[in-house]
C-alpha cells in the first residue's frame, strides 16, 4: 500500500522540534515519559488532594543525550519506530556509528531501558568515546524519596507521595532502580563493535522492582532484552492494524494515531495490573499544570475506547474496570450533590471522587455518566462477556447509572416529559443550561441499556427507568428539521466543539437522514475552527453517513493542522494551545477511518458496515477486527468487500459468524480461514443462527 518509498511506520529527522513538549512520547501501560525529560510517571500514582491532584512527577534516570565531543562531521538522525516502540539517536561518521536506543518495555511493564552501541563501518583501530550527559537528579516534588541499598549493581530510592487525593486515603510509594550511567563510554582500539544496556524498574512494592530489575538484566545478559519488546510489539501489530492505498500523510497519520494509543494500554497477555486509565495526554505528560494534570475524562470513554474495543476487547476491559474500582468514588459524587445513583466526575484520578480544579465543570459537565455507561454498552455488545457485568461489578455500576439519571430529572408538568436542567453539555462555550441535546440523549440511551441487560439477566426493570427513558425530553425543531442545542439556543451561535453532531455517532440517536444532514450543516459553520482536535473527525462521520464523502474529507483534512513534525505528536489546538500527545484527537481521528470508511457501527445484534471511501483512497485494509471472539480482516474497495476469519478460539469457543446483505438479505457463513467477497453495500456480521461449533 505504497505511496512513495519512505516508511509510514518509521519517523526520521535530523533536528528535534524546537518545542520539546513535541518530542516522542515513550510509555507502556505502567511507566511513560517523554524523550530528553527529566521526569516519568507512573499508572495511578497521584500527588495532592482533590483539585490539586496531579500524576508524581518521579525523576528519570532514561533523559540521556548522547554526544561525540569535538567532532563536526557527524551526521545526525532521530527516528521513531512504531514497529518496535523504540525512540533511536544516531551519529554517523566515516568510521563509525553510535546509536542510542531508548523504549519502555511493552510486556515487561515495569521496565525502561535504553542502549548504546558503538560500531565500526571502517578499518580503524582508533578508540572511540561517547559522552553521556544526563541531569538526573534523586529527588522529587511529590515524593518523599529515600536511599536504599544498590542491588545488582543498581542504585535504589524509594518513597511515599506526599498528600493523599482524599483525606485518610492511600499515598502510594514508589520503588526505583537504575543503572548508573557514566559520563562516556568508549569503544576500544581492538573492539568492532560493542553495547551497553542500562535498566530502570519502577514498582510500588520493593519485591516487584527488584524482580523486574533481575528479569530485565538476564534478558540484556543473553541480549535477548530488546527482542523481548520488539517481539511484543510485533505480535501487537499482528492483532491488529489499518492502512490505505492512499497518501503517506494519512498513512502515517494513522499509524501514528494507533501506535500512541496501544502505547498506553495494557498488553495483551501481560501480567495482571490494575489499570488507571487513560488520560488526555497520556502517562508521558501531567505533572502540576500541564495536560490537565493526568486526570481522566470522558476523552477515554467516547474518543479512545472505540477503537480500543475493535481491536483488543481485553484492553478495552481493563478500561471498563477502572471505572468500576472508582464507583465508590461516583456515588459519592452524587450523594454530595443531593442525587441518588452513581455520578463519574468529569475530572477523575484514584479514588473516583471529583478531582476538576473548577467546580462549574464537575458540577454540570454530567454527560460524562452517560459517557461512561455508553462504553460498557458497546463492551457489552461487541463481546457478550456477562461475567463482567454479572460477577465483577459492572451490573452494579450500570444500575447505580440508571438511578442517578433518573433522580437528575425533573417532570415538566407544561410539556409533559422529564427536563435535566442547569448542565454544561460538550460545547463548554454554555453552560447551566437547560435540554443539553447531547446530554438527555446519553442519559436515554444509558436508562435504555440498563433496562436491556436487566432483561438479559433476568431482573425486574424498574418502571421508573423505562418512563423516563421514554419521556426525556431531546430538543428538536420540527419546522427547522434539526436538534437545538439545548433550550434556548439560537443558531448561529458559536459553539467549541462537536456536540450536537454526536447525536448521529457515536450515541446513533433515531434520526432521518434530513435532520442528520440539517444538524450537520447547522453547526458545522458555528464550531470553532481552532477548537480541539475530535471535533471534525466526527463531522467527517457525519457526511460519510451521508456518502458525502469529499465533504467528509475537507472536515477530517483540518486534522492534519494539529498534526506536529516531525513525530506525529497531536496538540490539541491547532494554534498548539492544550494538551499535548493528545490521544483524544487521535481517538477521534481513528474513529473518521475505523468506524467512518467502514460504516462500522456496534448495535445490539450486530456490527453493522456500510463503506464509503474518498477518491484518493483506493483500499482500506482493518485487520483484527474483534466480534464475538473472532478476528476478523477486511479489505474495502469501491467495488468489493473481502471479509476473512483470521481466528477463531476454541477455548472458549467463539460464536460461528455470518455476513448479512442489507438489500438482499443474503446470508453468507463466516469460516474459519475461508475469504467472503461480495460487491460494496451495506450490510452486517452477527452471530449465525445455523451453526455450531
Known sequence: MADGTEDPAVFTSTTLPSDPRLLPTVTNAYLGTRVYRDILHVNGVYNGAVGDTHRADVPSPVNVRMTVPGVDSLAETFSLDTRMGTFSHVLQSADYAATHQLYAHHSLIHLMAFSITIRRSARTARPVTVQLQTPFVPKSQDLDLNQGPDFQGAHYIYGRTLVPEVE????????????????????????????????????????????????????????????????????????????????????????????????????????????????????????????????????????????????????????????????AGALHNAREQGYQGAKFPWESAATGREVCPEEIYGAQEIHITGDVLMAFEQYYCTTQDQKLFWEDGGWELVGAVAQYWCSRMVWSEEEQCYHIRGVMP????????????????????????????????????????????????????????????????????????????????????????????????????????????????????????????????????????????????????????????????????????????????????????????????NKLKVNGVSYLGNKLKFTITKERIRIKVTEFPRDPPASPLEAVLEESGQRLPLREGQSLSFPTAAGWIQRSPNETF
Open 168 to 327: 485518610g486515603g492511600p499515598r502510594p510509594t514508589i520503588h526505583m532502580l537504575w543503572t548508573p550511567v557514566p559520563q562516556t563510554l568508549t569503544l576500544r582500539g581492538e573492539e568492532q563493535e560493542r553495547s551497553w544496556q542500562f535498566l530502570t524498574a519502577v514498582a510500588e512494592s520493593e519485591e516487584e522492582a527488584k524482580r523486574s530489575y533481575s528479569e530485565g538484566l538476564s534478558l540484556a545478559a543473553t541480549r535477548s532484552l530488546h527482542p523481548s519488546h520488539a517481539q511484543a510489539w510485533a505480535a501487537l501489530w499482528r492483532g491488529c492494524s489499518v492502512d490505505v492505498d492512499g497518501p503517506l500523510a494519512l498513512r502515517q497519520a494513522l499509524r501514528g494515531c494507533l501506535f500512541y494509543l496501544l502505547s498506553s494500554v495494557p498488553p495483551c497477555g501481560g501480567p495482571v495490573l490494575r489499570f488507571q486509565g487513560i488520560s488526555p495526554g497520556g502517562l508521558s505528560n501531567g505533572t502540576r499544570g500541564e495536560d490537565y494534570w493526568g486526570h481522566i475524562f470522558w476523552d477515554q470513554d467516547t474518543w479512545m475506547f472505540p477503537n480500543i474495543l475493535l481491536f483488543y476487547p481485553e484492553a478495552a476491559r481493563a478500561i471498563l474496570e477502572y471505572r468500576i474500582r472508582t464507583l
Open 426 to 617: 460538550p460545547d463548554e462555550y454554555h453552560h447551566h443550561v437547560d435540554n443539553s441535546a447531547y446530554t438527555n440523549a446519553v442519559a436515554q440511551r444509558s436508562l435504555n441499556f440498563a433496562a436491556d441487560v436487566a432483561r438479559d439477566f433476568s431482573i425486574p426493570v424498574p418502571e421508573e427507568w423505562v418512563d423516563c427513558a421514554q419521556k426525556v425530553k431531546v430538543p428538536f425543531d420540527a419546522e427547522k428539521k434539526y436538534h437545538p442545542e439545548y433550550d434556548g439556543y439560537s443558531p448561529g451561535e458559536p459553539v467549541k466543539q462537536a456536540d450536537v453532531v454526536l447525536l448521529g455517532f457515536p450515541l446513533m440517536y433515531p434520526m432521518s437522514p434530513e435532520v442528520r444532514r440539517k444538524d450537520l450543516e447547522m453547526y458545522e459553520p458555528v464550531t470553532e475552527l481552532d477548537g480541539p482536535a475530535m471535533s471534525w473527525s466526527m463531522f467527517a462521520v457525519g457526511w460519510l453517513e451521508l456518502k458525502e464523502v469529499q465533504r467528509a474529507q475537507s472536515q477530517l483534512s483540518k486534522c492534519f493542522s494539529n498534526i506536529t513534525e516531525p513525530f506525529k505528536i497531536w496538540v490539541e489546538n491547532s494554534d498548539g494551545s492544550g494538551a499535548v500527545n493528545f490521544l483524544t484527537g487521535m481517538g477521534g481521528f481513528l474513529q473518521a477511518v475505523l468506524f467512518g470508511y467502514t460504516g462500522f457501527r456496534i448495535t445490539r445484534s450486530s456490527l453493522r458496515f456500510d463503506p464509503a471511501l474518498p477518491d484518493n483512497i
